[in-house]
Every structure is written in C-alpha cells, then in structure tokens.
C-alpha cells in the first residue's frame, strides 16, 4: 500500500492537543525456586485437581454497533462482489459473532490516508472515536499513539502466547513490553524478483539455489549483478542491467541494505529510538550500495521513474519489490519464467529476513465505550490459520514454480519491521543521504553527518511531542 507523507501533519496536531501520557510499569520475572526448598519428588504426595479452564467472558451488546475502522474498500466481506473462500468463510464468523454479542458489527472507511489518524484522534477527542477498533500503520502507533493515550494495550484481555498467533504480530506489534496490535497475518514482504529465463541465458547461478545453501551473500549478489550487467549489442551501451531499480526507488533498496545487516536509523541495540544510521553496520550497507551504483555500475542508470516496467522490458535480471507486485510481472512477462528471493544476507547477518514499513494491525481505541468487546469481535472474526492456509492455496496458482512459492512460505515466518517512518521528515532525510551516495557527491560518513543534527533535533521533537 503505497504510503502517503503525514508526519508533519500529525506531529503538528500533537502540539495542539494535550493529552496526559500513559505511565510505564516493568515486569518482573520470579526468581527460580531455591534448592532447598525444592520438594523431594521421592514422597508421595495426594493427587492435585487440575485448576479449571478460564471461564470465556460473555458480553451483551444489546444490539449496539461496534464499528472497524479502514482506510481501503471492501474492507467488509459482506460487500464484496467476487467472494472466494476466505471472503465466505469470515462471513460466516461475522454472522456468528453478531449473535453471540447481540450486536452488528460495521466496517468504516475514512479513505483520506492522509489525514486518517488526524480523524481518529480528533474523533476520539470528542469522545466518539470513528471506531472501536482500528487498522493503523505501526510507523502511526509507536510512539505517538501509544504515548498520548489513543490507544490500548491488550494482554489483559488476550493471552497473546497463544499459538493461534503470528510471530509478527507480538514483535511488530508491541511497544515497551505491552501488546497494542492483533493481527491473522504477516504484511506483504519486500524481496528481490529476477527473471530466471535471462539468467539461464546468461549462464548465471540461480538465486534461489544460493539461498537455499546459505550462499546468498552480498558478495554473491555484487558478483551476480556485475556478471548481469551486459552490452547485448556490441554498441559499447549497457543494455541489460543485474537491478533495473526498485519499488520505492533506491531509498529502499538502501533500506533493506542497511537492515540485513543488522543496521538501523533509528534505534541503539537495546532498541531504544536512537539516531542509529551511523552505526558500523549501517555504515558498511551505504559502502555497499555506493559501490554497487558507483564503481559496479549494476544498477540501471539513469534511475528509471518506473523500475518494474523496464524489469518486465528485460532491461533488468533483478528488480527489488513487494510480492504483491508478481501478479503484474506474471501478466506482462508471458513465456519468461519468474523467481523471487530474500535481499541478500549481509556479513552481520545470521539470517534471511524481509523488512517493510508498511506494517499496520487493528488496534484498539482507548475512547471507545466497547473496547473489550471490539478486541474479541476483532479476534472472533480473523481467520488466523485457516486463513493462512488459504492464502498459501492462492500462492499456489499466482507464484510461477515450486521455488519462489517456497520463498514466500519462508518470508512470511521471517519479516520484521521498519520503524523511522515515524520520525517527522525521516523518509526525506534518508533519501537525501542516498542521493548523496549513489551520486557519488559524499562519501556515506560525510552524508550521515550532514543529516546527523537535524534527525537528531527531529527524533527529539517526535519523543517530546509523544509525551
């Protein structure tokens, strides 16, 4: 979902609205059972009753209506023209939840992105939120949300050890040790597409086949993308390029760089909001990125406005999107075989990870006069595992062969988030350290303290404001 700019705004609002912050409790881990004290497991002792299961509490709504809020169309299943399993099987689950809670359950739309937590604080302000229970961007919730008390945290109403739910759910949701978002399903990860019938053609190693050993590198990805880059005609021209660009252009191709490397922008190692982008590991991703433009030339330049297009040209052998994109490659790309692969692992990183911005779960309003109950509505009608299980059963019929198939299985149980979008003007401020770059105007150390002092100053102004 294509973002739109709002920290200003939000941060603006803020400002104008006072609101006491929530207080901060730590929890305690019990220590572990002296020795001594230890009981002597060779005595008999009278049986012990199972403690009895948790009784499910029951609500009532006499009718009333709990409102969801959205900021997309046919967010509500119910009406929908084209309804496929997934669609009637959370009908199913509304109907249900309705009469189990004697209430109607309403999916609002506020479509102005924009301006979406604009109308969500100022309705919540006046003491009618537009919803119950929200979808927010995590980059909206963390800190500012959280800290003025727009929202709630909700372990206390869910045990969120449940196997039911997703890892990313508990890491990307939570905030300071407490849980504020519940979601059935991971975002859609950002990778690296590549067009496997050029690459036989070129006689390069399969992407997919390195990964898969481990082997999938950064050093095997510069020598991949040097090999791919080629003058096809003998015109003296690059014609093929190893990376026609990127969705987002190469501010995030540069992000991936700097977090699969175990870097950051904008938290220390113990995760506190810290400007970070001068880290080692971030660093040595901006290096990368620099020599993969600058001395490698593998990259397409000029910078194209629309990388997936000259991808689908065969202008490129790689192109860096979301997997939400493959339905148009696979369209336009007829007779050419399709892969898709995790960005390669940098020498910090132990793992294959995909990262994205754009994550975003319900969460609830701490305004709204339901909230207990709109959090279990929400739970109730999510498909969790059968809903996975029939997203995998889609994949199955859009993703071209058994191998990219196989890397979205394995990237949805390894995304993680990326948080600085909530820095007012951090996407710009990142952006301008990679022109800088990729241009080769600066080296990455000259660019990162060049905007050093104003992220700072802003990372400042985004923690007063959220206090």
Same mark, same amino acid.
């Given at each position: ?42 005595? +008999? ?33 119910? +009406? ?6 997934a ?6 689950? #509304?109907? =249900? ?15 102005? /992105? ?22 927010? !961007? ?15 945290? #909700? ?10 739910? &997703? ?7 939570? /905030? ?30 399969d ?25 096809t ?21 540069? =992000?991936?760089?700097?977090? +699969? ?22 660093? =040595? ?12 030339k ?40 399709l ?22 779960m ?9 909230a207990?109950?709109?959090?279990h &509505? ?20 859009? /993703?071209?062969n058994k191998?990219?198939?196989? +890397? ?9 988030? #990326? ?7 951090? !996407? ?30 802003? #990372? ?8």
């Amino acid at each position: 979902m294509k973002a739109l700019k709002f920290a200003s705004y939000f941060l603006t609002l803020m400002l104008i609205v006072s609101v006491i912050g929530c207080s901060k409790g730590t929890d305690t881990k019990p220590a572990a059972e002296p020795a001594a004290q230890q009981e002597d497991t060779t005595k +008999t002792e009278p049986a012990k009753e199972e403690p009895a299961a948790a009784e499910e509490k029951k609500f009532d709504l006499n009718g009333q209506t709990v409102k969801i809020g959205v900021w997309w169309d046919d967010a509500d299943p119910r +009406t929908m023209k084209d309804k496929g399993p997934a669609e009637e099987a959370q009908i199913k689950l #509304i109907e =249900e939840t309705e009469k189990k809670y004697n209430a109607k359950i309403e999916f609002v739309k506020f479509g102005d /992105y924009g301006k979406y937590v604009e109308n969500f604080t100022v309705t919540s302000l006046s003491g009618e939120p537009f919803a119950d229970i929200v979808r927010l !961007e995590l980059f909206w919730a963390f800190p500012q949300l959280v800290n003025k008390e727009f929202i709630q945290p #909700i372990d206390e109403w869910i045990d969120v050890k449940d196997a039911k739910y &997703i890892d990313w759910m508990r890491a990307g949701g939570s /905030y300071k040790g407490k849980q504020y978002g519940i979601i059935d399903s991971a975002p859609s990860p950002y990778g690296i597409f590549y067009n496997k019938t050029l690459v036989q053609k070129l006689g390069l190693e399969d992407p997919y086949e390195l990964q898969q050993k481990g082997e999938w590198t950064w050093d095997k990805f510069r020598e991949f993308a040097k090999k791919a880059t080629k003058d096809t005609n003998g015109d003296g021209k690059t014609d093929v390029w190893g990376l026609s660009g990127a969705y987002g252009k190469l501010k995030a191709l540069t =992000e991936q760089m700097v977090y +699969t490397n175990k870097g950051s922008v904008d938290k220390d190692e113990s995760g506190e909001i810290k400007f970070s982008l001068n880290g080692p590991n971030a660093v =040595e991703a901006l290096q990368y990125v620099s020599d993969l433009f600058n001395v490698d030339k593998s990259i397409q330049q000029p910078i194209p406005d629309d990388a997936s297009k000259e991808f689908v040209a065969g202008k490129g052998v790689m192109y860096a999107g979301f997997s939400w994109e493959l339905g148009g490659f696979v369209e336009n790309m007829k007779g050419q075989d399709l892969g898709y692969v995790f960005f390669p692992k940098g020498p910090k990183a132990e793992k294959y990870v995909s990262y994205t911005p754009f994550g975003n779960m319900w969460m609830v309003s701490k305004y709204s006069k339901n909230a207990e109950a709109a959090l279990h &509505i929400i739970d109730e009608i999510s498909l969790n595992e059968a809903g996975r299980k029939l997203s995998e059963e889609s994949w199955q019929t859009s /993703y071209p062969n058994k191998e990219s198939m196989d +890397t979205r299985k394995q990237m949805a149980d390894n995304i993680d988030y #990326i948080s600085y979008y909530a820095i007012p003007d951090g !996407e710009k401020l990142f952006e301008g350290v990679v022109k800088e770059i990729t241009e080769g105007k600066v080296s990455p150390a000259t660019a990162i303290d060049k905007v050093k002092p104003q992220f700072e100053a802003n #990372i400042k102004k985004l923690l007063d404001s959220s206090k």
